[in-house]
């Protein structure tokens, strides 16, 4: 069965920390993606890497990094957390293609930042 | 970038059918119509997807209007587990891979 997991469901940082948050997936896919979701915003998209060490920006990649140095691993970095990056963060993956493709979200890391 | 339009919410009684609408007024001949859901609690999953004709699969069938400007997901017996926000979704040509999604409809399902 698709299976995509991500480190934490629930992490509270100060601010100023520098904030990891994992993701991997066991379908061998090529994409992955990293979104947050806020009330009222839906999701929106930080970023996506389509393959190894590629990684384009998506709708929102201020104040955010992003890391692929294996195919099954994505990582989001928060350089430096702020308040204003409190959220739900969702990882997920899909095979390449972009018309058809589905993607398999993680169950979501929620992220307070003090 | 087209847009879907779809009502904020939306309730059903168990065991009954259901029609989910969302309009897209301005889809492009090449984007396809996709729907994902999302229970409680935990990440989107992909229910169904389509182009011009209408999808059936084990979760929900998609009827498209033959103008494709708007969609229905059905479901065809509701459960308590169907309670969950649904998001219409046009996956976008000059997106790549993203999916861009709106405010979905929040489904309440009564016992």
């Known amino acids: 069965d698709v299976k995509v997991t991500q480190s934490s469901r629930y992490l509270v940082k100060r601010t100023g920390e520098k904030v990891f948050l994992e993701c991997v997936q066991d379908m061998d896919h090529e994409n992955m993606f990293w979104y947050r979701q806020d009330p009222g915003l839906g999701l929106r998209l930080i970023y996506f890497?389509?393959?190894?060490?590629?990684?384009e920006k998506g709708d929102i990649p201020e104040g955010y990094s992003v890391s692929r140095e294996k195919k099954e691993r994505f990582s989001l970095i928060l350089e430096s957390a702020s308040t204003n990056q409190t959220s739900m963060y969702l990882c997920?993956?899909?095979?390449?293609?972009?018309?058809?493709?589905?993607?398999?979200f993680g169950p979501g890391t929620r992220l307070t930042v003090l | 970038d087209a847009k879907t339009t779809q009502p904020n919410s939306m309730e059903s009684n168990e065991e009954e059918p259901v029609h989910l609408p969302c309009n897209h007024s301005t889809i492009s001949g090449t984007d396809y119509i996709h729907w994902y859901r999302q229970l409680p609690s935990q990440g989107p999953e992909y229910v169904i997807h389509g182009l011009t004709s209408n999808v059936n699969n084990r979760m929900a069938s998609l009827a498209i209007a033959e103008d494709r400007k708007s969609s229905t997901l059905i479901l065809h017996r509701a459960t308590l587990r169907d309670a969950a926000v649904y998001y219409c979704i046009l996956r976008d040509n000059n997106a790549g891979n993203m999916l861009t999604f709106g405010g979905g409809t929040r489904l309440m399902v009564k016992p």
């Open positions: 997920a993956s899909s095979l390449p293609g972009y018309r058809t493709d589905t993607q398999y």
């Open positions: 890497s389509y393959d190894v060490k590629m990684k």
